[in-house]
T-cell receptor, first 115, second 115 residues
Framework: GAVVSQHPSRVICKSGTSVKIECRSL??????MFWYRQFPKQSLMLMAT?????????EQGVEKDKFLINHASLTLSTLTVTSAHPEDSSFYIC???????????FGSGTRLTVV | GENVEQHPSTLSVQEGDSAVIKCTYS??????FPWYKQELGKGSQLIID?????GEKKDQRIAVTLNKTAKHFSLHITETQPEDSAVYFC??????????????FGTGTRLTIIP
């Protein structure tokens, strides 16, 4: 089945630094990838939709300058948390849609801790 | 936009018994309803999905039912096993304003199987 690889799985960074998270579709091409954020004991909240070759579309309330998304190829999307603050600490998960079967496959997630 | 409600938030079931998780959605245009299993610290894994043109789908011990009129769908797990313990999320897919389908998730159900 479709596999989505997400790295890193855990990252700790200092306040003010930037962190990049990668999401790769391993055996299919994904024109669209999705980035979610999950707080403890809460559901996945869609942050933005990443479109290959064009600008990402952000959900209401998500700062596009804070969460930079780049989808430069059909198999890779990156999320960069810029000037991270402790309140950005969360579990970030990417998802890609396999157009062949119209299903959504999730990465294993990245736990970000900003200290 | 779409709103998905999920119940119960926690569920404890004796091993071997059945578990049922229910979700309701608000957007009648939603046409795809996946269920995801999330284990601690991991990304979400698709376990079963159903499209709006069918009322029931089964895969071994897991089944999903959909009532389009009432706008609710349910996950049924029979002969539960300890490895079924996880958080389960339902989701509904509806076209977004940008023409990309996006998933709206329920708030999750923590299922605990008691040996």
């Amino acid at each position: 089945g479709a596999v989505v690889s997400q790295h890193p799985s855990r990252v700790i960074c200092k306040s003010g630094t930037s962190v990049k998270i990668e999401c790769r579709s391993l055996d299919f091409q994904a024109t669209t990838m999705f980035w979610y954020r999950q707080f403890p004991k809460q559901s996945l909240m869609l942050m933005a939709t990443s479109n290959e070759g064009s600008k990402a579309t952000y959900e209401q309330g998500v700062e596009k300058d804070k969460f930079l998304i780049n989808h430069a190829s059909l198999t890779l999307s990156t999320l960069t948390v810029t000037s991270a603050h402790p309140e950005d600490s969360s579990f970030y998960i990417c998802s890609a849609r396999d157009p062949g079967v119209r299903s959504y496959t999730f990465g294993s997630g990245t736990r970000l801790t900003v200290v | 936009g779409e709103n998905v409600e999920q119940h119960p938030s926690t569920l404890s079931v004796q091993e071997g018994d059945s578990a049922v998780i229910k979700c309701t959605y608000s957007d009648s245009a939603s046409n795809y309803f996946p269920w995801y299993k999330q284990e601690l610290g991991k990304g979400s894994q698709l376990i079963i999905d159903i499209r709006s043109n069918v009322g029931e789908k089964k895969d071994q011990r897991i089944a999903v039912t959909l009532n389009k009129t009432a706008k609710h769908f349910s996950l049924h797990i029979t002969e539960t096993q300890p490895e079924d313990s996880a958080v389960y999320f339902c989701a509904a897919s509806s076209p977004s304003n940008f023409g990309n389908e996006k998933l709206t998730f329920g708030t999750g159900t923590r299922l605990t199987i008691i040996p």
